[in-house]
């Protein structure tokens, strides 16, 4: 069965806007940095990334005096937390991204019980443990008061701290104590920086450096068309809304200017817009016939190994449908599924005929193991607005490298847009122990159309790829002077060694 490859996490960067009132937060991705680096003056901070990693992480300030961190800022959880002097366990992982100490902070307050904080993991002996303290919090020139986070006391398999912004009701909390509090996308509306508690995402393609959330607001100058509307999707079993999840109901294949149906008339799955995940996971049905049109090879490890030129010089998309007909459609470019494949090095791997080779960024569910998700190989071609206020998301298609800029702000009195459907789909936990959605039409074993929720699409055309050699028309980049491995011997995406659970949402470390 495949691994589920790893988490993308992103970084950003803050600074308010005095007009409209949107807290701006630019990202930058930089695969070859190690660093972190604050411009001067602007109050915007750069992040850096190893794409190799798969790794995006924002600087943040802890405390009085500031005691500065790094966070992976995700939309799939709803609580802040960081290590604790001597927390992370080195045997078990690597440990980055800072210590916060409560002593050295004249405006912390520890809150009772101590040891409250607790997030268990998939992968056995994963676990953070720690304290809930209250304590002001910074991300460039933005800073709310009293704000309620968590520093580790132990933490296994886990490379740094994160930054959740989803649901108060997804709040590790709840588990124990029912009651969620206030997290920062709350706060940022008690405290007046913002209007309502919504913010959109732009993530740009793969290969670029810049991308910003916008809390507050959005910019019309990042996307084409219209942003349409669908209602979030609650939890079957508790019939709360926890996570950023919505009914997806269509999926297509275009390429050589031809469109194919690959889902049928009467599909529908829930589907989590998760930007803590590196990859898109799809019902196992979709991924097999997907691995089969892209030509993909197993690498050992259960990773899709694809040739990079194949997708990268195809102008082929694959098209997401929501919320039924007229809902939006987000159409990804083939070439954001190809992820560079890399040696422990880091050092582009190829196959045996000296072809760049890529990880192809989408995975199977695993039976029903894995909710479907989509991350980041679907998220950076969309436009998306998360309401957290209206209990909805927004969509529209990305303009990939825009320049321009037009940040509209939204407030209850201008809202984004009106609910284009009331298609619904289920949130079931049935044979998942993550309590996420799963596909109700998927089959596990794609053979055909018969008795399966997709139609035959067959093999991507050959004639859509007009390269020899993927060292000299990927856009990727160049291959490391290194040995071509066969793709069974191909190391995986590295990450980190771990899956994790935050509340009740799922995350890959690979």
């Not at 366990?89 to 520890?110: A, I, L, Q």
């Amino acid at each position: 069965m495949p691994s589920k490859t790893g988490l993308a996490l992103f970084g950003l960067a803050a600074s308010a806007l005095a007009e409209p009132q949107v807290l701006h937060m630019p990202l930058t991705r930089n695969p070859n940095a190690n660093r972190l680096a604050k411009r001067n003056g602007d109050a915007l901070v750069d992040i850096t990334n190893d794409l190799s990693e798969g790794l995006y992480y924002v600087n943040a300030s802890v405390g009085t005096p500031g005691q500065e961190i790094q966070l992976t800022l995700d939309t799939g959880s709803s609580d802040i937390w960081f290590f604790g002097a001597n927390s992370c366990d080195e045997n078990t992982t690597d440990c980055f991204g800072g210590t916060y100490n409560p002593s050295k902070s004249s405006s912390v307050t520890v809150l009772n019980p101590k040891g409250a904080f607790s997030i268990q993991y998939g992968t056995a002996g994963s676990n953070v443990t720690g304290n809930y303290i209250t304590d002001d919090f910074s991300v460039g020139a933005a800073s709310v008061k009293n704000l309620t986070m968590a520093y580790a006391t132990y933490a296994a398999y886990v490379p740094t701290g994160v930054m959740g912004i989803g649901f108060d009701t997804n709040e590790a909390i709840t588990d124990e104590y029912g009651s969620p509090y206030p997290n920062f996308v709350d706060v940022l509306v008690s405290q007046n920086v913002t209007k309502t508690k919504a913010y959109s995402l732009w993530l740009n393609d793969l290969d670029s450096s810049t991308g910003n959330i916008l809390f507050g607001g959005y910019d019309t100058k990042k996307f084409s068309g219209e942003l349409l509307t669908v209602d979030i999707q609650p939890d079957e079993m508790s019939g709360e809304i926890t996570s950023m999840t919505v009914a997806w109901t269509s999926l297509n294949v275009t390429a050589n200017s031809k469109t194919t149906q690959v889902t049928k008339s009467d599909f529908t799955s829930p589907a989590l817009l998760d930007s803590g995940t590196t990859i898109t996971i799809v019902p196992d049905d979709i991924y097999y016939a997907l691995f089969e049109y892209f030509q993909a090879e197993s690498d050992g490890e259960g990773d899709a190994i694809v040739k990079c030129s194949l997708l990268d010089s195809s102008d082929g998309t694959l098209d997401f449908g929501f919320g039924g007909t007229g809902g939006p459609v987000v159409k990804v470019p083939f070439s954001e599924l190809a992820l560079p494949a890399t040696d422990t090095n880091g050092n582009w791997l190829a196959f045996e005929d000296g072809e760049l080779a890529c990880v192809l960024g989408l995975e199977g569910t695993d039976d029903g193991e894995m909710p479907v998700i989509f991350g980041d190989t679907f998220l950076r071609s969309a436009y998306v607005v998360y309401d957290l206020t209206n209990k909805q998301i927004s969509l529209a298609q990305t303009v990939f490298n825009a320049t321009d800029s037009n940040i509209v702000e939204i407030s209850s009195s201008s809202p984004v847009a009106s609910v284009v459907t009331g298609v619904t789909v289920t949130q079931t936990a049935t044979n998942n122990p993550l309590g996420q959605a799963t596909a109700t039409a998927a089959s596990s074993t794609p053979t055909d159309s018969s008795g399966s929720s997709i139609n035959s699409i067959g093999v991507l055309s050959s004639s859509t790829s007009t390269a020899t050699s993927a060292a000299s028309t990927s856009s990727h980049g160049s291959a490391a002077s290194i040995p071509a491995p066969v793709p069974g011997l191909m190391t995986s995406l590295l990450v980190a060694g771990a899956s994790m659970m935050f509340g009740s949402v799922f995350f890959m470390l690979h």
